[in-house]
């Protein structure tokens, strides 16, 4: 769970690429794209702010040119790139297969600039904590999809239908990865098995063998994997079912105090805090990527995340990661800035990017 770019939520992924003992389990490494989901959020919770919104002005989702810096100089591999279902999926048509072919537009611009104009892979990442219909205050706002006792909530089958959808326009395109939703949390695990399962059959329905990454509960955190007894990740996840053996779990782990992203000091070890789903993803057989983790750019959290990627890339259940985050629009660039090529700290300082 990321707080705000305004805090610590970012990470080493340029100096990583270049760690001296990286084993070659990691076979993608890159950065998260995020701004796709900028310019909804209201400090009142006033439902519909910022949707559609204008894109290029309140949201994009790629800096072709930041793109450009950290493909061709830095060799990243990867990009997350982050959208939101209410701007795809217009809360008038609502959830499911009919999309805003503008927006969509958009979209494809992006994904077909990273995987065909530079030959990198795309994580396509709804940014909506498994709610659709009101993204005012994400990531507590909105109804948890297929909530059966929620009657504003959308359903389980128009989940799948929306992920049908968007497979079958990217099955062609084998560098396009499926993240099947950013961070689920609060609410059932077993609704959340039911809703991934939905999407992973109406994926392969439409015929696309693209590989799928699956988010666990509780902001599908690392550290938390083996924790909640009957509701814990470790419970439900490995009960997916991929036709093709084709998918990965998602993971997200931040170094600060309570895992957030929100805070100057790293204190978590990850190779402490990840121990847990280390190892059951070599019970279940299971690959895994972190598409999200980060830490400032203070000395304590450099050394801690040059250990994780150490950790990572000496456990081959890691094929894959992301760091959070590069901001191609609409900049937060309060304290450190973020890891977009050009950005700047609050006081016009070197950003993240520049200094981590």
């Known amino acids: 769970m990321k707080i705000s770019l305004s805090t610590a939520a970012t990470a080493a992924a340029y100096a990583a690429l270049a760690l001296p003992g990286a084993s070659a389990t990691i076979y993608y490494a890159g950065v998260a794209e995020s701004s796709g989901e900028f310019g909804a959020w209201s400090a009142t919770a006033q ?16 800096s072709n040119s930041g793109i450009d810096v950290m493909a061709d100089q830095h060799k990243i591999n990867l ?4 959208f939101l279902l209410e701007r795809m999926c217009p809360l008038a048509t609502g959830l499911g297969s009919k999309f805003d072919e503008s927006h969509f537009g958009h979209f494809k611009d992006a994904i077909d600039y990273i995987t065909k104009t530079k030959g990198a892979y795309a994580i396509l990442d709804p940014h909506n904590y498994m709610r659709y219909n009101n993204p005012s205050s994400q990531p ?20 799948g239908a929306f992920w049908g959808e968007l497979a079958s326009r990217f099955a062609s395109d ?20 039911a809703n991934l399962q939905a999407a992973v059959d109406a994926i392969r329905k439409a015929g696309a063998k693209n590989l799928i990454i699956a988010p666990g509960n509780s902001w599908t955190g690392g550290h938390a994997w083996t924790q909640g007894g009957a509701e814990a990740n470790s419970a439900w996840l490995h009960k997916l079912v991929d036709p ?45 990527f972190i598409t999200e983790f980060g830490g400032s750019n203070t000395t304590a959290c450099v050394g801690m995340l040059g250990d994780m990627l150490d950790y990572m890339a000496q456990n081959e259940e890691y094929i894959g990661w992301t760091a959070w985050a590069a901001d191609p629009c609409c900049t937060d660039s309060a304290q450190y800035g973020s890891l977009e090529p050009g950005s700047t700290a609050a006081n016009g300082g070197p950003s993240l990017y520049d200094t981590i």
């Open 47 to 62: 439902v519909g702010t910022g949707l559609p919104g204008q894109f290029g002005v309140d949201y994009a989702f790629i």
């Open 79 to 82: 990009f997350r790139v982050a």
């Open 140 to 159: 507590f706002s909105g109804s948890v999809i297929g909530n059966s006792s929620d009657p504003t909530a959308a359903t389980t089958a128009q989940f």
């Open 174 to 193: 084998e560098k396009v990865i499926f993240g099947l939703m950013n961070e689920p949390h609060d609410m059932p695990s077993s609704l959340l098995l």
């Open 244 to 288: 093709l053996n084709n998918t990965a779990i998602d993971i997200h782990e931040y170094l600060d105090q309570d895992f957030s992203g929100g805070h100057i000091p790293c204190t978590q070890p990850a190779a402490t805090n990840l121990a847990g789903v280390t190892a059951w993803l070599k019970q279940h057989s299971l690959k895994a």
